[in-house]
Structures are given as structure tokens and as C-alpha cells.
């Protein structure tokens, strides 16, 4: 177990529908990661928050949208799905922002999404 | 743009044969290079990182190294439970103050019993 916990492990949704992805970060970690591995991509930054602040935006969708709470917990909001939004979506934590020196990001287990 | 490739795709050694999977790498203002570890259906799990060219660590079975150009991930003698996929991937400066991974597509090893 990383510490970093994803709801819900699997997903399985129609074209055009919505689906909200939740992530609990580490204890202690203030940034959050959205990524995104498809079969023929890997892993693809989302977007990242720090203590509540979007902080960094990589290969987002405008159909995609994320926040980060308070409590400091995540959630990466799909709408408008289509096929192709199929894949495996991670959520990592760190410590930092990453800009003070390399950062290790633990990874959750995934939540895997399957759009029909 | 940062590139990260590696090679081979797939590996597949007898258990005890050792090798090395590559992770060849563009970037401009390198932070970081870190090996992390995936098995089906999880997460991917940190291994190392490497910061400047010469550095090497070890874990176990597994050894990285770094030059200005790639990195190695040996491994010797190799047990089936290595069996996963490797992905290599480096830190560096993707704008506006941040820092940010670049992964590779990973390298998928098998290690037969």
C-alpha cells in the first residue's frame, strides 16, 4: 500500500457521459498529480495542485477539470467521454512542489475507465 | 520538447541471465532521472533517481546508472518476481516554475523460471 488511495478501481461508462475520479494523497504530501496511461501513450501528465492551487497544467483536455480540497484530497472531473478517453488514470503525491529539487512522486493504484 | 525512449519494448531472460534495459533521454535542464517499477494492474512503484552523469545506485538485483545522454538499469541475475515493467523518466523544467516527469513507454521483462 503507497498511501495514496483511488476511488473507484474500476469504471464503466456510455459516450458522452461524466465521471469524477477521486485521489487521497500521502500523509503529509501537499501536491497532487493527475496522469494518465493509455496502451499506446504511457504515462501523460494531467495537472498538478499544491495545498489547494492548480500549480502546473501538462496535456489536459478542456473536458477535463480537477480540483483539490481543503483536506487537501482530489478529484480529476471527465465529461463529455468518448472512446478514447479509455485508460488507466493514476494519482500521485509529493512532498513539495518539485521546484527546490527533484521530486519522488508516490503513485496510487489506479483507477481504470472504460467508455462504451 | 523532452524525449524519453526505451529500449528494448520487451525483454524476456531465464531466470539468472542478467542484462540491462536503456532509457536514452532529450532534455534541457535535467532535475532528475528516476527508475520506477510497475507490475499489471498497480501503480508505479519508485525505485531510484540519479542526479548528475558518473552516479550510480544500487537495490538489490537492480543497479542504475547515469550519462549526460542515458541511463542503464542492470540487473543481475534476475529472480521471476522482477518480472515487471520498467519506466524510466526524467524531472525538468516545464515552465511557468515548474518541474515535471517525462515518462517513457517502459520496458516490459519477463524473467523465466
Known amino acids: 500500500d503507497s498511501g495514496v488511495t483511488q476511488t473507484p478501481k474500476h469504471l464503466i461508462t456510455a459516450t458522452g457521459q461524466r465521471v469524477t475520479l477521486r485521489c487521497s494523497p500521502r500523509?503529509?504530501?501537499?501536491?497532487v498529480y493527475w496522469y494518465q496511461q493509455s496502451l499506446d501513450q504511457g504515462l501523460q501528465f494531467l495537472i498538478q495542485y499544491y495545498n489547494g492551487e492548480e500549480r502546473a497544467k501538462g496535456n489536459i483536455l478542456e473536458r477535463f477539470s480537477a480540483q483539490q480540497f481543503p483536506d487537501l484530497h482530489s478529484e480529476l472531473n471527465l465529461s463529455s467521454l468518448e472512446l478514447g478517453d479509455s485508460a488507466l488514470y493514476f494519482c500521485?503525491?509529493?512532498?513539495?512542489?518539485?521546484?527546490?529539487?527533484?521530486?519522488?512522486?508516490?503513485f496510487g493504484a489506479g483507477s481504470r475507465l472504460t467508455v462504451l | 520538447e523532452d524525449q524519453v525512449t526505451q529500449s528494448p519494448e520487451a525483454l524476456r531472460l531465464q531466470e539468472g541471465e542478467s542484462s540491462s534495459l536503456n532509457c536514452s533521454y532529450t532534455v534541457s535542464g535535467l532535475r532528475g532521472l528516476f527508475w520506477y517499477r510497475q507490475d499489471p494492474g498497480k501503480g508505479p512503484e519508485f525505485l531510484f533517481t540519479?542526479?548528475?552523469a558518473g552516479e550510480e545506485k544500487e537495490k538489490e538485483r537492480l543497479k542504475a546508472t547515469l550519462t549526460k545522454k542515458e541511463s542503464f538499469l542492470h540487473i543481475t541475475a534476475p529472480k521471476p518476481e522482477d518480472s515487471a515493467t520498467y519506466l524510466c523518466a526524467v524531472q525538468a523544467y516545464s515552465g511557468a516554475g515548474s518541474y515535471q516527469l517525462t515518462f517513457g513507454k517502459g520496458t516490459k521483462l519477463s524473467v523465466i523460471p
Open positions: 500521485a503525491s509529493s512532498e513539495g512542489t518539485g521546484t527546490s529539487g527533484a521530486n519522488v512522486l508516490t
Open positions: 540519479l542526479y548528475s
Open positions: 500523509s503529509g504530501d501537499l501536491s
